[in-house]
């Protein structure tokens, strides 16, 4: 790993050496960073990043939910997670082979929202690993990917994920520019979750939004993003609310 990242221009580094031809983990910096190591594993490594006066945590991981669930405990810094999660988030996210299993794709979500992460989106192909050279045998999962709190959001809010070509690996890399040149304002960010169009109230919530609002397509359209994020929390607080209830009437039982 280290000869890799030298290759590539990093004089600097955490380095965890491949088993065999398989996994291997690497961080690389630039000399201006001041870097402090917290943690590290054949899994992950998870780094405190000096930018100003901020210390931004960073972990660059393969998988396990338990881990990031405990990475997860300080949620006072802005926080980025990237790699190999090993797991999809929808069925969207996987072409080819048997179908996924719900549980694991709803362990997956459930991660992520306890530890108010939250999808980075990307540019590039949809499509992060891919395996087989026949069509009948060809099977493409998208398993890499960026994640941050709003704290790091705010703070980078030009950051975007670039999928690169690979052709020796079956992933392919992922960049991450927290400089990018694409001008992105804090409305551009929005997005709609795969998981909303399965509530009821979806639908509805947009229509009573749209006829609500009069002005311009722009108006509306803002006044929309605003509707459903207000829409977007409501749905999880009750969630949380009956979560936080099934667990207190499994623990009286």
Not at 91 to 103: A, D, N, Y
Not at 132 to 160: C, H, M, Q, S, Y
Request: proline residues 2%; glycine residues 8%.
């Amino acid at each position: 790993m280290e000869k890799v990242r030298m290759r590539c221009g990093f004089s600097n580094g955490i380095d965890i050496d491949a088993n065999g031809t398989r996994d291997g983990l690497s961080l690389a910096w630039k000399e201006d960073l001041l870097v402090t190591l917290k943690s590290f594993s054949n899994n992950h490594i998870d780094v405190m990043v000096k930018v100003g006066n901020l210390d931004v945590k960073l972990t660059n991981k393969d998988d396990s939910w338990n881990l990031l669930l405990k990475l997860g405990e300080d949620k006072n810094h802005p926080w980025l997670v990237c790699g190999d999660f090993n797991e999809i988030l929808y069925s969207t996210g996987k072409r080819g082979g048997i179908l996924k299993e719900e549980r694991k794709m709803e362990s997956f979500k459930e991660a992520l929202e306890e530890c108010q992460l939250e999808d980075l989106g990307f540019s590039g192909e949809w499509f992060t690993w891919e395996r087989g050279n026949f069509a009948t045998t060809n099977i493409r999962k998208r398993l890499d990917r960026g994640v941050a709190n709003e704290r790091w959001r705010t703070l980078f809010p030009k950051g975007i994920v670039y999928h690169l070509p690979h052709s020796i690996s079956d992933h392919c890399p992922i960049l991450l520019n927290t400089m990018s040149e694409r001008t992105r304002s804090r409305s551009s960010q929005f997005k709609i979750d795969a998981w909303w169009t399965t509530e009821e109230s979806f639908e509805a919530s947009v229509r009573q939004s749209w006829d609500s609002t009069s002005g311009s397509i722009m108006e509306k359209l803002e006044s929309l993003q605003r509707d459903l994020k207000e829409w977007e929390r409501s749905i999880k607080k009750g969630k949380e609310g009956l979560k936080k209830k099934l667990s207190k009437d499994l623990e009286c039982c």
